[in-house]
């Protein structure tokens, strides 16, 4: 399994990007998928969780209200749209396979991860 996240870049505060993560396989839609991120100097952090079917959303609190993950089983994408961006959400975000079929927010349940794309996000 291969995951191969795109659409990052340099942004003002207030302004919107849109995460793509690809996955290679015949089994994408068979798990959850996960974007975690890590700022300058922090450790990694869950941002957001997909279902396999994509019916059960998970957001950190941070974010909750200005991302949404989306993902189309067809296209073996998962997706992160984020508004109203802060120069807090400056990181490098990755996308991950979960291990099961359930949304979950630790690395742990997570088994394949993608290289990173980084957002960063101007005052």
């Known amino acids: 399994v291969q995951l191969q996240a795109s659409g990052g870049g340099l942004v003002q505060a207030g302004g919107s990007l849109r995460l793509s993560c690809a996955a290679s396989g015949r089994t994408f839609m068979a798990y959850a998928m996960g974007w975690f991120r890590q700022g300058p100097g922090k450790e990694r952090e869950f941002v957001a969780a997909?279902?396999?079917?994509?019916?059960?959303?998970l957001y950190a609190d941070s974010v909750k209200g200005r991302f949404t993950i989306s993902r189309d089983n067809a296209k073996n994408t998962v997706y992160l749209q984020m508004n109203s961006l802060k120069p807090e959400d400056t990181a490098v975000y990755y996308c991950a396979r979960g291990l099961s079929r359930l949304v979950r927010t630790t690395e742990n349940e997570y088994g394949y991860w993608g290289q990173g794309t980084q957002v960063t996000v101007s005052s």
């Open positions: 997909i279902s396999w079917s994509g019916g059960s959303t």
